[in-house]
């Protein structure tokens, strides 16, 4: 009886495309849902003598889950790369690739500041 399991970069098993695009689509919607609380949550803070709101943890909490969608895609992304259509690849890429591009780019400014 064959295996359902693919050896890494062959053949990636059936349904690995969907799961891939499907994981990638909510970590960009959820990446996008933590950008109204942060809004929200920086300019209660700045306005506000108030420091506690209930905006940045939720914003925190959007974005903590969506990198763990993001790196939930990112894996059989690269385990099946040379196996998987260019679009799913890329799909399967591109939030974490946007994440660390974010992430670097907010320490060089920090750096710099």
């Given at each position: ?90 799909l399967g890429a591109a939030p974490l ?16 500041a």
């Amino acid at each position: 009886m064959p295996s359902e399991a693919a050896s890494p970069g062959g053949a990636p098993p059936y349904g690995t495309g969907q799961r891939i695009r499907t994981r990638a689509i909510w970590a960009v919607a959820l990446f996008a849902a933590s950008l109204p609380p942060a809004f929200i949550g920086l300019g209660i803070a700045t306005a506000t003598d108030d420091q506690t709101n209930l905006a940045m943890p939720l914003a925190f909490i959007f974005w903590g889950v969506g990198l763990l969608f993001a790196l939930w895609a990112a894996i059989p992304t690269l385990r099946y790369w040379d196996g998987l259509p260019g679009q799913i690849r890329w799909l399967g890429a591109a939030p974490l690739l946007s994440v660390s591009l974010f992430l670097s780019a907010a320490m060089v400014i920090a750096l710099f500041a």
